[in-house]
C-alpha cells in the first residue's frame, strides 16, 4: 500500500480558555489516519474545534462524525430527524407547509449538556450553520475542565463521589429549566466526571438539566447546584459562537456545556447537526 502522505493540520484558539479553530482541513475530502489522529488531538486539549467555509453534504458529516466513534441516536422525538442517519437532525426554526422542519426552534436556551439525562449520553455534538439570523442566536461553549479546578475546596469535598439526578422535559419547556412530568426521561451521573481520553475531571452538572444531588438535604444541594451552576458558566472560560454559514463546530459533552442566545423569531436560522455515542459517565 502506497504511503498516505499528511500535512499537520494548523489550529488557532478561539479564546484564551477553550476553543481551536482548525485551518487547512476539507471536510468534502476523506481525513487521512494521521490528520484525524491530530485533529482529534486538537479536539481533547481545547474541548471544542471549529472549522470553517465547509460546503458539506450530510454524508460528509457523517463520515466526519465517525472519526470521533459511533454515530449517536436521537433521543427525543421531534421534527427533522434524518431517514439516512438516525444520529442526524436539524435545529431549526423554519417551517414548510405550516410544520417546523427542525427541533430547539426558537429563543435563548440554558447551559446543558446533551442527553445527560440518558445511561449513555453523546461523547461529541457538531453544528453545520446552513442559514444564520443576521444578528444573536450565538452558541456559547463553557469549560468543565477549568468550571471544575475553580470549585472551592469545601465543596469539592462535599461534592466528591456523588450523583446528581439530571431530567430533560423536552416536550415542556425545551430551551429553559421548567416543571417536569413523570415520564421525562432522566439519569443520575456523578457530579464530577473524569474524561476517559483526558484523564481529566471535569463538572457534570448544568442549569438546564440537574434537578438535584442524591443522598443530600434538598436545600443543601439546591444551595450547592446554585453556586456550581454560577461557576460552570462563569465568562472566564466561556467561549461565545457567532456562527458564519460553512461553520462546523464540535464540542465535547463531557467537558464542555453550551448555550444559546436569542435571536429575531422572524429571522431564518438552519443548523445540521450530529452526535457521536459516548460511554456511561464516572
Ligand atoms: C444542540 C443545541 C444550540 C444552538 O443542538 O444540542 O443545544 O445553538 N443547540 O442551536
Ligand atoms: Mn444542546
Known amino acids: 500500500m502506497a504511503a498516505v502522505l499528511s500535512s499537520k493540520i494548523q489550529t488557532r484558539p478561539l479564546s484564551p480558555n477553550i476553543g481551536a479553530e482548525i485551518l487547512g482541513v476539507d471536510l468534502t475530502k476523506t481525513v487521512d489516519a494521521v490528520t484525524a489522529a491530530a485533529i482529534r488531538d486538537a479536539w481533547y486539549a481545547n474541548n471544542i ?23 449517536g441516536q436521537v433521543i427525543n422525538k421531534h421534527a427533522g430527524v434524518s431517514k439516512q442517519h438516525p444520529g442526524v437532525m436539524f435545529i431549526s ?28 449520553p453523546s461523547a461529541a455534538s457538531m453544528l453545520y450553520a446552513m442559514e444564520i439570523p443576521s ?28 450523583k446528581a439526578l439530571n431530567v430533560y422535559d423536552y416536550a415542556n419547556v425545551p430551551t429553559q429549566r421548567g416543571t417536569t412530568s413523570n415520564d421525562a426521561p432522566r439519569f443520575a451521573h456523578p457530579v ?12 457534570y452538572i448544568n442549569r438546564l438539566m440537574t434537578e438535584y444531588i442524591l443522598d443530600m438535604d434538598r436545600a443543601e444541594s439546591d444551595a450547592i447546584l446554585a453556586q456550581l451552576f454560577d461557576i460552570a458558566e462563569n465568562p472566564a472560560w466561556v467561549y461565545e459562537h457567532n456562527w458564519k454559514v460553512g461553520d462546523i463546530l464540535m464540542w465535547d459533552n463531557r ?28
Open 49 to 71: 474545534v471549529l472549522f470553517r467555509n465547509q460546503n458539506i453534504s450530510e454524508e460528509d458529516q457523517v463520515r466526519f462524525a465517525r472519526l470521533f466513534g459511533e454515530l
Open 255 to 282: 467537558c464542555t456545556l453550551h448555550a444559546r442566545s436569542d435571536f429575531d423569531a422572524s429571522e431564518r436560522r438552519l443548523m445540521r447537526r450530529s452526535v457521536v455515542l459516548g460511554e456511561k459517565p464516572v
Open 93 to 120: 426554526n423554519i417551517k414548510e407547509n405550516g410544520e417546523l422542519i427542525g427541533a430547539l426552534p426558537d429563543g435563548e436556551m440554558m447551559f446543558h449538556s446533551d442527553q445527560c439525562y440518558s445511561e449513555v
Open 135 to 162: 444578528k444573536g442566536g450565538d452558541t456559547l461553549f463553557a469549560n468543565m475542565y477549568k468550571a471544575y479546578e475553580a470549585v472551592p475546596a469545601d465543596i469539592k469535598a462535599k461534592i466528591e463521589g456523588r
Open 192 to 203: 464530577v466526571r473524569t474524561h476517559p481520553a483526558t484523564g481529566r475531571k471535569a463538572l
